[in-house]
């Protein structure tokens, strides 16, 4: 963790659930949210306004999974930044490793969806990572320190923004980089980024190896995937990061 940092445990649901089970798991996490650390999730679209309204005065935030660049406009399947916050979510997740891939998403395009979310009001939260063939090829910092460059507009820092470093290749497949692999990244975001910027590591983080990685210099929280959703293991991904 980083000193002065409050730590920040983020779930992104990615496609999953039905509204029930999104009440359901919200109330969950709501009724166990542990003191000293900001927890955040990110439900899909559809469930967003419901999520929300139930975490209204609540220790727990609420995010999207993605925005549009644009405030409006014939974009057909597409949410805007301004809707999000209209509906009652803070922070928006952008440029995960999935859109990336999945929708051909570029470093230019994810800087103007940042842009679009700090103008409505929003905290973005940019994902960078490398993939496998990267990573053994050794152009792994490189590749993380060209996206967050690219990636990142004018006004991050000052908007609070968040930076996520997920390696493609560990998102849900249980595996994990090493402890040294993840601080070398990590120290690198930092050199990139303000003292004060709050720094994630995601990709197969679970309640067996929170602890260790939170533990880590410049890891000042976590972007969970498949453990977000079962309120047990995110708390205790959470309960790891408390003082």
């Not at 842009?115 to 090829?137: D, K, S, W, Y």
Request: contains cysteine; hydrophobic residues 50%.
């Amino acid at each position: 963790m980083t000193p002065g940092i409050r730590p920040l445990i983020a779930g992104n649901w990615k496609m999953h659930g039905t509204l029930r089970d999104a009440a359901a798991l919200a109330e969950a996490v709501r009724a166990g949210a542990p003191a000293g650390v900001d927890l955040l999730i990110c439900p899909p679209f559809v469930h967003l306004h419901v999520v929300a309204a139930a975490m209204l005065g609540q220790p727990v935030a609420v995010g999207g999974q993605d925005c549009h660049a644009a405030a409006k406009g014939a974009h057909t399947g597409d949410v805007a930044a301004v809707m999000l916050r209209d509906v009652g979510a803070t922070h928006v997740i952008l440029g995960h490793s999935e859109r990336r891939a999945d929708h051909g998403e570029t470093d230019a395009g994810v800087r103007a969806k940042a842009e679009a979310a700090i103008g409505a009001g929003l905290t973005p939260i940019i994902c960078v990572g490398e993939t496998l063939a990267q990573r053994e090829a050794g152009e792994a910092e490189a590749v993380v320190a060209a996206q967050v460059k690219g990636s990142l507009p004018e006004g991050f820092l000052a908007a609070g923004g968040v930076v996520a470093y997920e390696p493609v290749w560990a998102i849900g497949t249980g595996r994990t980089p090493t402890e040294a692999d993840i601080a070398a990244i990590h120290a690198v975001l930092r050199g990139l980024t303000s003292p004060a910027t709050r720094l994630l590591y995601g990709g197969s983080v679970k309640p067996a190896n929170a602890k260790a990685i939170l533990g880590l210099p410049h890891v000042d929280g976590a972007l969970v995937g498949g453990a977000s959703l079962v309120a047990a293991d995110f708390l205790a991904i959470a309960g790891a990061a408390g003082p």
